[in-house]
């Protein structure tokens, strides 16, 4: 039997946590489909702070400002996408002094790492080293690190970013983006047709791809 070809368009940013959370409940939807359908991931760029200085932001600082969270409603939402993260199994390790960071250039990196059929495994090492491991992504050694451990060269991986290679083909994208209208994100689009908004729960994307197979 064949299999079905699906494209999978994930408009995120690599520090939402929400972003994380839907990714890895599509992929527990994806599990049961295994004989029927093959996935092809493919990441686009969406900025949640384009305007974030270089020094980044203290996080629950910044989320109090954007947002008008208090300190007790950010305790409980940490708490909340922490307990969510474990039953995907993915780790949250919050703490006082995480910085919300600027990641135009994880973008570029993710970018790159398309074309070297490495994206969907930066995307992952990128979560992790900015909500497990509590690493700073605007960073460029850190990014570099990032490529390296999923294979990716370093050298060119410096050099993409030195260069700013992709940083207009980056913007371009965001900006389509944008004018589609989409304001948020995790942003799930298959095949150019079915749009799930937001990390909902598993049988969500069950359900749309049940669509494709009937």
């Known amino acids: 039997m ?3 070809s699906l494209r999978i368009d994930i408009v995120s940013d690599v520090v939402c946590p929400w972003c994380v959370i839907g990714y890895y409940r599509l992929q527990k939807a994806l599990n049961d489909f295994t004989d029927t359908v ?15 200085p270089t020094e980044g ?10 947002y008008g969270t208090t300190p007790e409603e950010s305790i409980a939402a940490r708490q909340q996408l922490t307990a969510l993260g474990a039953d ?66 370093t050298y ?25 209208g989409v304001r948020g994100v995790p942003l799930f689009i298959f095949n150019g047709e079915h749009v799930i908004s937001g990390a909902q729960e598993i049988a969500a994307f ?5 669509q494709f197979l009937q």
Request: no cysteine; glycine share 4%.
């Open 156 to 180: 060119a991986a410096r050099d993409v970013l030195a260069k700013q290679t992709y940083a207009d083909e980056v913007r371009q994208l965001e900006q389509a983006i944008v004018d589609k």
């Open 206 to 210: 069950t359900g749309v791809l049940q």
């Open 38 to 52: 093959e996935p092809t991931i493919n990441w686009l760029p969406f900025e949640l702070n384009p305007d974030m």
């Open 88 to 153: 995907v199994g993915f780790t949250f390790d919050y703490f006082d002094d995480m910085r919300m960071v600027n990641t135009f250039h994880a973008h570029q990196l993710l970018h790159w790492a398309a074309n070297e059929g490495k994206q969907n495994a930066l995307s992952l090492q990128l979560f992790e080293a900015f909500f497990s491991q509590r690493k700073d992504v605007s960073s460029f050694d850190v990014l570099i690190a990032a490529a390296d451990k999923v294979g990716l060269n």
């Open 57 to 66: 932001q203290n996080l629950r600082e910044h989320i109090a400002e954007k």
């Open 2 to 4: 064949q299999k079905l």
